[in-house]
């Protein structure tokens, strides 16, 4: 069992950068792969990024590469989600999510979820 708790989320102006942290909690995450979605009202959920926990192999959607960035820390068992210049259109709650396998970009394959962190984009 993995709980995920994230945090980071707020209100900023387009242009502006944030950072999401997401601890995991309840294991050691070998071959895991920690991953980024967002959802904002009325859309489905959208992948943003991934990263293997053990071989730091990372994907990023099409949408944020170049202006997102995913990284980790093992010894505090967290990941990361630096996003630069935010757009109005990015306004969502954004998770964290893990799955015990390789990467994908499906939401119904990632078992794990935190519970949400609001980022509210202002134009």
């Known amino acids: 069992q993995v709980t995920l708790v994230e945090s980071g989320g707020g209100l900023v102006q387009a242009g502006d950068s944030l950072r999401l942290s997401c601890v995991a909690q309840g294991r050691t995450l070998d071959q895991y792969t920690m991953a980024w979605f967002r959802q904002a009202p009325g859309k489905e959920r959208e992948f943003l990024a991934a990263i293997n926990w053990t071989r730091d192999l990372i994907y990023y959607a099409d949408s944020v590469k170049g202006r997102f960035t995913i990284s980790k820390d093992n010894t505090l068992n967290t990941h990361y989600l630096q996003m630069n210049n935010l757009k109005f259109e990015e306004t969502a709650v954004y998770y964290c999510?893990?799955?015990?396998?390789?990467?994908?970009?499906?939401?119904?394959?990632?078992?794990?979820w935190g519970q949400g962190t609001q980022v509210t984009v202002s134009s």
């Open positions: 999510a893990a799955r015990g396998g390789p990467y994908t970009d499906l939401p119904s394959l990632y078992r794990y």
